[in-house]
């Protein structure tokens, strides 16, 4: 006897319908479409699936849908409120991902996990109850799950021993486009397990207590504020990360020291091994601390401090040496500049198999500050790196900057700078190319609904943001603030196949984090900016 299962899910055609016959199991063509859900705060988890498929009778929890959404669905998340703990353990595919979309800045009063494979978690604010005892804000586990262009804040403040903001383990997972701000007493990122991406997130106002057994902080425990730290305990890996693109500032240890990379001692027998920092930005930290890890690379970042950590030193790269097993670190194309104080302290060049080459060490007035310590080979010591605005955090470089045309040519490790522009010829030291801009595309008929990251971000007062749309339809580009509340209507008009762009002016707005939604026709999609004054 054979029976025919006829499903009707997923927008794609997939082999749908299950033919058993004795113990055989065979898979015919079908033709299934995915489903879109709402979730509202004013919605009813009572209704029925096909119900929720409507703006109108949403459901109201986000646990709700995530119990309920399969592989290709798409979740509109509405504004407003949402006290839940989330745990998105589902199993999507490649083109086929669970996708859930914050539209109008919804938060999350609760912790965020993702653990299955193929879910996106986009544009969301994150923050959970502070008091919250320990554990993450947000945990990606599994594989190809991805977070991207959320706000994670306001966790912390006596939150538990080692809470972390994000933490990473499984494989294959991704943190795009996020910020993470105003925590105090917390790491930014744990990260494990491999082939794990951090890009283009921008992280402020991390603040902690130095502790010490002697001096312990006022949430107990032994922790400093770490932005990335990982440890080679018995029977843990991490390897093969990458960290790109990030802007981390303004943030400080009250007396103390804030890592930019923590590592316990390891080797590559114990799984932790081979991390690469390259295009980022770390500037007004107090110290940074790097503990040694093995095969880890810092290739064109910046540097940057005006003030100075709990030690008296601008930036530190700490504990570089054998002891740390730190074989294999290399530090090439970055620019070290501080406007007091020392550079660096207790780097060993010398040790087997440790890199320091083409790196800039220069400070206030073009005198180098580095104190001391071997700067490696074809270094630059002084000189003026003609940096856009540093009050303004601005290091993409001028005409004349002794930076251009200094750095060792990588492009068989990487070939972009921080904004995506391809580095060619000979390479500049530091995360921009001289020259380089936002990468604009050749214009073509698009095929896809798409709404890009403004430009410049953060930005202060005007950026831009780019869209396209695949057909004729009726556009609207809204601002939200930081409470849902809508500021600017950027666009409201019916619109022709093609690639736009919108300019914002942020005259009349405060500092702080905004969020852009574009409704083009069904298609629906929010991104965050920051605003700076």
């Given amino acids: 006897m054979k029976k025919i299962l006829q499903f009707t899910r997923l927008s794609r055609t997939i082999y749908g319908a299950i033919l058993f016959a004795g113990l055989g199991l065979f898979l015919l063509p079908g033709e299934v479409s995915a489903a879109t859900y709402y979730v509202d705060t004013t919605g009813n988890d009572s ?78 604010t994150i923050s959970p109850p502070t008091g919250s005892f320990g554990g993450n804000a947000v945990s990606l586990g599994g594989q190809h799950n991805t977070l991207k262009n959320c706000l994670v804040t306001n966790y912390g403040a006596c939150a538990g021993n080692q809470a ?55 949430c107990g425990g032994y922790n400093h504020t770490d932005f990335f730290q990982t440890w080679g305990w018995p029977g843990s890996y991490c390897y093969n990360i990458l960290v790109e693109g990030c802007t981390v500032t303004n943030s400080n240890c009250q007396l103390g020291n804030t890592e930019i990379a923590g590592g316990w001692p390891s080797g590559p027998s114990t799984g932790l091994h081979d991390i690469t920092f390259r295009n980022n930005i770390f500037a007004n930290i107090g110290a940074s601390f790097f503990n040694g890890v093995p095969n880890t690379v810092w290739y064109n970042n910046v540097f940057y401090n005006s003030g100075t950590g709990g030690n008296g030193w601008t930036v530190i790269l700490y504990n570089i040496t054998d002891a740390y097993n730190s074989d294999g670190a290399q530090f090439k194309n970055n620019a070290f500049y501080a406007a007091s104080t020392d550079i660096a302290k207790n780097i060993v060049n010398g040790e087997p198999g440790i890199t320091i080459d083409h790196n800039y060490f ?112 009726f556009v609207k580009i809204s601002v939200y603030n930081i409470l849902g509340v809508e500021v600017r209507t950027l666009v409201n008009e019916e619109q022709s196949v093609g690639s736009y762009e919108v300019k914002l002016d942020a005259n009349g707005l405060s500092s702080g984090v905004y969020f852009y939604k574009i409704q083009a026709g069904e298609f629906v999609q929010s991104k965050k900016m920051l605003l700076t004054k």
């Fill in 164 to 218: 972390t903001a994000i933490s990473l383990g499984g494989a294959y997972n991704t943190v795009e486009g996020c910020t993470v701000r105003d925590m105090n007493d917390i790491d930014v990122f744990h990260v494990f397990g491999h082939d794990q991406v951090i890009r283009n997130t921008y992280v402020t106002n991390i603040n902690g207590v130095y502790e010490s057994p002697s001096n312990p902080a006022p």
């Fill in 47 to 124: 209704y029925t699936s096909a119900q929720a498929q409507s703006s109108s009778t949403p459901w109201r929890t986000i646990s709700k849908t995530a119990g309920i959404a399969v592989s290709g669905d798409t979740v509109n998340i509405q504004s407003g409120t949402y006290t839940e703990t989330v745990n998105i353990n589902k199993y999507g595919a490649a083109g086929a991902e669970i996708t859930f979309n914050g539209s109008g800045s919804p938060i999350i009063r609760g912790n965020v996990a993702l653990a299955g494979s193929y879910n996106i978690l986009n544009g969301v």
């Fill in 362 to 473: 220069g400070g206030a007035g073009g005198a180098a500050k580095f104190n001391g310590e071997d700067m490696g080979s074809n270094f630059i010591n002084g000189g003026d790196p003609k940096f856009v605005s540093l009050t303004g955090l601005d290091f993409h470089v001028q005409s004349g900057s002794v930076l251009i045309d200094k750095g060792a040519d990588l492009s068989s490790l990487f070939t972009t700078d921080k904004n995506g522009n391809t580095r060619s010829g000979a390479w500049d030291i530091g995360c921009y190319e001289y020259g380089s801009t936002q990468v604009s595309s050749v214009p073509v008929e698009p095929i896809t609904f798409d709404l890009s990251q403004n430009y410049p971000n953060p930005f202060n007062p005007m950026t831009s943001i780019k869209y396209q749309i695949p057909k004729s339809s």
